[in-house]
């Protein structure tokens, strides 16, 4: 089945650096990708929706300056959190849709877990 | 109200128990209708898609729609420990490719050996 790879799984670093985070689809190409913003014991929140070659589309109260998002071929969307602060901290997760089929559902990938000190 | 409601649990079974999960909706334009597994520290895995009101069965899972109350389940039977994990219910509209989900708050269950 369809594969979705989200990579780090896990970084750590200072206040005020720069996060970039990258999300592939493995064996299909994926011309819309999705990013999620998870915390703790709650649901997933849709951020912004990747869009390949075109401007990312940003949720109502997601600041854009502050995560850019970058989709610049059909395989590879990344999410990068600009001069992160630990109110940032959160598990970050990325999908796609299967485009192998009309209306294919949405795969996710593994997740990546910010931590800002 | 919102537009998907989910009871967060959490839902504690006995290994073999049939576990029902529950989701109620109040947006009649959705069509689509999922439910993820998510482990600890995992992204969310697909395990049943629906489009239309009715059941479909995969092994030991089934996923019941009822588009008439706006309700939608999931059944596992023969629940394993394994199987214990936050389980998403999700929806969305109908067609195209630049479609968002709605999701549920997500069940935590717990199946004890």
């Known amino acids: 089945g369809a594969v979705v790879s989200q990579h780090p799984s896990w970084v750590i670093c200072k206040s005020g650096t720069s996060v970039k985070i990258e999300c592939r689809s493995l064996?299909?190409?994926?011309?819309?990708m999705f990013w999620y913003r998870q915390f703790p014991k709650q649901s997933l929140m849709l951020m912004a929706t990747s869009n390949e070659g075109s401007k990312a589309t940003y949720e109502q109260g997601v600041e854009k300056d502050k995560f850019l998002i970058n989709h610049a071929s059909l395989t590879l969307s990344t999410l990068t959190v600009t001069s992160a602060h630990p109110e940032d901290s959160s598990f970050y997760i990325c999908?796609?849709?299967?485009?192998?089929?009309?209306?294919?559902?949405?795969?996710f990938g593994d997740g990546t877990r910010l931590s800002i000190l | 109200q919102k537009e998907v409601e989910q009871d967060p649990g959490p839902l504690s079974v006995p290994e073999g128990a049939i576990v029902s999960l529950n989701c109620t909706y109040s947006n009649s334009a959705f069509q689509y209708f999922m439910w993820y597994r998510q482990y600890s520290r995992k992204g969310p895995e697909l395990l049943m898609y629906?489009?239309s009101s009715g059941n479909k069965e995969d092994g030991r899972f089934t996923a019941q729609v009822d588009k008439s109350s706006k309700y939608i389940s999931l059944f596992i039977r023969d629940s394993q420990p394994s199987d214990s994990a936050t389980y998403l219910c999700?929806?969305?509209w109908g067609g195209g490719s630049n479609y968002k989900l709605t999701f549920g708050k997500g069940t935590l269950l717990t199946v004890n050996p």
């Open positions: 629906t489009y």
């Open positions: 064996d299909f190409q994926a011309t819309t």
């Open positions: 999908s796609a849709p299967d485009w192998q089929g009309a209306n294919q559902p949405q795969h």
């Open positions: 999700a929806m969305r």
